[in-house]
């Protein structure tokens, strides 16, 4: 059993995430799930790679893609990354209210990028777009869809998380829950960076 | 908090036992009074952003040299998300992260870029 919050975090000399052993135990556990998460990634841009020149009927990547809203997405996501920053160096000053603001707006953002996100894939698919045309939009659908699916969950994680932060304060088990949200949202926002390079801006490039 | 600290840090101990072999997971902590690690941060994934963006727009290399240098931006961004966002270095006892991670990207890599060799055998077929 570890020592009361705030008698761990003299001792120790860590932030309150750190403070309580098997909470600080669980932000490790939590690094090795965003190495298994890299994989799943991995596997899927590889499948994109191999199958992104094979168009059959279909578009190509570049007949297919608007920078527009994939700029917008990325300055969206880009953004959200830097908010969950803030709020993570908000809990560090235990700024309750100001840790619940950036939150909400990373929040925000999330649900921001969700939107253009199916929007883009709505557009695309009344286009003619559907992922059982060809290898390619199967293989960019799965990766891009994945991500997607990420920062969803991500953005359900966050509001429960709000509530949680609302009734308990901040406490090492509230502190470690925030603390690995922010890795998992950096995490996303590094996978949409090589999706952007990768799918998009590679699909401009002829 | 102003009390002189009785203990030393649980984190360093660890490393005195450890030896220099894992210095380089030696957990470090960062403590700033106004977040310019963060404003920097933003500032440099909408720099290396943009970067990539204008040079594929204006097709300033030829295709495979421009693909090479826009994934190097981006794997530049990576490293800067990790570094100043995600508290790479930050644990109690040694962080072990850093190891997870160097493994994952040998493993990433490697996946992804004997895949596309693999498949570069039957162009003629695909």
Known sequence: ?206 | MSQPLEFRPEAEDAVSDEGEALRFMRPHFGEEKFPWIQIWGYIGSLVLTFAALIMVVDHVLPPLALLSVILALAVGQAALQLGVFMHLRESRGLAWQIIFLGMVLLMAVGMVGMSIWIMTFKSGVS
């Open chain 1, 1 to 206: 059993m570890s020592l009361p919050v705030e008698d761990e975090k003299i001792i120790q000399h860590v932030p309150a995430e750190f403070s309580d052993e098997k909470e600080s135990i669980k932000i490790t556990g939590f690094w090795m799930f965003l190495v298994t998460d890299v994989l799943i990634f991995a596997s899927l841009f590889s499948s994109y790679a191999v199958f992104k020149n094979q168009v059959a009927q279909g578009p190509s990547a570049s007949q297919l893609f608007t920078l527009g809203p994939v700029i917008l997405e990325t300055l969206l996501l880009l953004t959200s990354s830097f908010t969950i920053g803030l709020a993570i160096y908000a809990m560090r000053k235990e700024n309750k209210r100001a840790l619940m603001f950036w939150l909400i707006l990373t929040l925000l953002l999330g649900a921001g990028f969700v939107t253009a996100e199916v929007h883009d894939f709505v557009t695309f698919v009344s286009a003619g777009a559907t992922w059982h045309k060809s290898a390619f939009l199967s293989g960019f659908y799965i990766l891009v869809g994945t991500h997607g699916a990420h920062v969803t969950f991500g953005i359900i994680w966050a509001a429960t998380l709000l509530f949680q932060v609302a009734r308990r304060g901040l406490t090492a088990v509230t502190t470690r829950k925030l603390f690995t949200f922010s890795l998992y949202w950096h995490f996303l926002d590094i996978v949409w960076i090589f999706i952007f390079t990768f799918v998009y801006l590679n699909g401009k490039i002829v």
